[in-house]
């Protein structure tokens, strides 16, 4: 197959999606959530709404031309993909196939059943691509390795995979920076930011950086749509523990009743807690968040006032160009082929 065939099977694999029934929708859903209890039907449909986004053919034809992926040697690329949220390691498998390589992917089993199912779809489209990727517990006899884990498992995958290229992902999140000036849409925006997939993923916002004195009343009403993530008993679970330690401890903190916030200077919260950090001014601003570069995935502030971040609301919609950790995949994928 040649880049225009292969965009053109990702743009059909974007309108199947897009055009399920609602009783494939909701086999699939219960499918997915059968693997992983953090998985709901709303997160499912989430997250196949998301990469829907970025599998339009015009979108993948100007993602694409910035880069040489024809007449290439193709290369077996392993992929270790994590589960923390419905498809996450679909951006991978998009940019391994859609560059003419051959995907070897270890799922999390936490996530086992989406992926192959779209696979399955899009040979359905475009059989060509019936032997250009497998699924296996082992990752040998690869050219590159692309790794998805915590900053435990990134030090493991250094050393396993440290003879051939490879992209090697750690824990990060992401982080909102508020002025005192937004709207109670606004503040709902920011809500789902924060409460998406129960706040597990890396674009899920574990941090905000409020103004000194900043009143978090109009915050705590705008959120009280989501007050839902109580129905879930693994939030809630980690809702109780988590107030339980910060009051044996006498940690000052705010609640509302679903979540918990906590003045703290670190960057990654756990399930259920919201860090906060106020700032005096631009440069105090610009200081902390400079300080957890390499722990933040994006930011968001309101209409992007912020430099660099990006729209309350829209964390969970990255471009096809928003690669994880800041690695350009498809240039590393095209750099193996170079050097081969």
Partial sequence: MVL?????AFGRLGDMIAGLPQDELEVIQQKATGKNPWFTADSVAMALN???????????????????????????????????????GFHDFLCVLISGNRLKAKLSSQDSFLIPYLFQLLIRIEPGFHDLAQFAERLDNIDAVIATGSDNTARYFEYYFRTIPRIIRRNR???????????????????????????????NVSKVYVPEGYDFTRLFQAWEKFSTVLH??????????????????????????????????????????????????????????????????????????????????????????????KADTLKFLMEIAKNA
């Avoid at 225009?4 to 053109?8: L, N, T």
Wanted: aromatic share 12%; with cysteine; glycine share 8%.
């Fill in 232 to 325: 879930h008993h693994k939030y809630t679970n980690n809702y109780d523990y988590q107030k339980s330690i910060l009051l044996v401890n006498r940690s000052p903190f705010f609640d509302n009743g679903f979540i918990l916030l906590k003045n703290e200077s670190t960057f990654v919260s756990p399930v259920s807690v919201l860090y906060f950090e106020y700032y005096s001014n631009a440069a105090d601003l610009q200081k902390k968040i400079e300080s957890h570069q390499d722990k933040i995935q994006c930011s968001v502030s309101a209409q992007r006032w912020f430099t660099g971040s990006e729209a309350l609301g829209q964390a969970q919609f990255p471009d096809v160009t928003d690669y994880a950790d």
């Fill in 50 to 88: 998301g990469i829907t986004r970025f599998l339009g053919e015009p979108v993948l034809h100007g993602w694409t031309s910035s880069y040489t992926l024809e007449r290439q040697q193709p290369k077996t690329i392993g992929v270790v993909m994590a589960g923390n949220i419905p498809l996450v």
């Fill in 173 to 203: 999140s992401s982080c909102a920076i508020v002025s005192g000036e937004e709207s109670t849409g606004d503040l709902t925006a920011l809500g789902t930011d924060v409460f998406s997939y129960f706040g597990l993923g890396c674009r």
């Fill in 4 to 8: 225009a065939e292969r965009i053109k």
